[in-house]
């Protein structure tokens, strides 16, 4: 038997690394699952590597920052599988090129700005407002956002996106702290670095190199570390853990400064 047995989740940004391998751990729990990407092609591969593995899955294509097409990815969710008990709140902008243009405040130009607001956080505010009332039918369920761990530090780049997160965490507090009584629960995970095709594509060999110096584990973070998070957070084990902020990061943020075998 499956932790997630018969219930229903979706999956957002579930064409990326990150979002494919929650879908996949997700499903081995007996799970089905709805991944939705802007990338409709990659969405329907990972659609297709699920249900190879013997899960339950389709893709929808939808730009979440769109309240309709929110609305259509739910509603097309409802229609198909009847329930819904399990969001992750996945989406976010992180190819190289856009992040690249997120600078310091002095020079982010205001597109750059809005459309990182739009995807990263206003995305989760509406995917929440339109599944709670579905969760809610059913006697409740879990929601899981995404933040990251820029969304806790300043930096002198990527202005936008550490903002962006730090209103996912506040968010997640004013959901769960209305919805908590209903039976839904919201909590975020905030990640520390987590190799994916996307981080190696805007980070250098040496920053990656001090980043893991700096991360208190002899392993850096995988996609498959967050999907077992966000299965436990989905599952039933979870059910007094509400509103919170859990970091995913080595215990990057747990000391000061780069520490580690080389550096004594």
């Known amino acids: 038997m499956g932790r997630l047995d018969d219930r229903v989740a979706i999956v957002t940004g579930g064409g990326g690394g990150i979002g494919g391998a929650t879908a996949l751990a ?12 802007i990338d409709g092609p990659r969405a329907e591969e990972v659609a297709q590597a699920v249900n ?33 008990d ?12 856009f992040l690249s243009r997120d600078t310091q405040v002095t020079d982010l130009s205001l597109d750059v700005w809005e459309r990182t607001m739009a995807v990263n956080l206003r995305s989760q505010m509406l995917m929440c407002k339109h599944v709670i009332p579905e969760m809610i039918r059913d006697g409740g369920g879990s929601i899981i956002n995404m933040s990251s761990g820029a969304s806790l530090k300043g930096d002198r780049t990527r202005t936008a996106y550490g903002v962006s997160k730090a209103g996912v965490n506040t968010l997640t ?17 905030v990640p520390g670095l987590i190799i994916t095709d996307a981080v190696r594509a805007h980070l250098t060999e040496r920053m990656l190199a001090g980043l893991g110096r700096a991360t208190l584990t002899p392993y850096v973070g995988q996609p498959e570390d967050v ?9 039933d084990e979870s059910r007094y853990i509400t509103g919170q902020m859990i970091a995913i990061d080595g215990g990057m943020t747990a000391h000061v400064g780069a520490v580690g075998q080389d550096d004594k």
Request: charged share 15%; no cysteine.
């Open 52 to 84: 190879a593995a013997d899960g339950n899955a389709v893709s929808v294509s939808a730009d979440l920052s769109e309240e309709a097409e929110v609305v259509a990815t739910v509603t097309a969710t409802m229609a198909r599988y009847g329930r819904l």
């Open 173 to 189: 507090m004013y959901v769960a702290a209305s919805h908590g009584k209903q039976g839904v629960r919201v909590n975020t995970i």
């Open 227 to 235: 999907a077992n998070l966000v299965v436990f957070l989905a599952s």
């Open 86 to 97: 399990v969001l992750h709140n996945n989406a976010a902008l992180t190819e190289s090129d």
């Open 26 to 37: 997700l499903a081995r729990e007996g799970a089905s699952v709805v991944i939705v990407d």
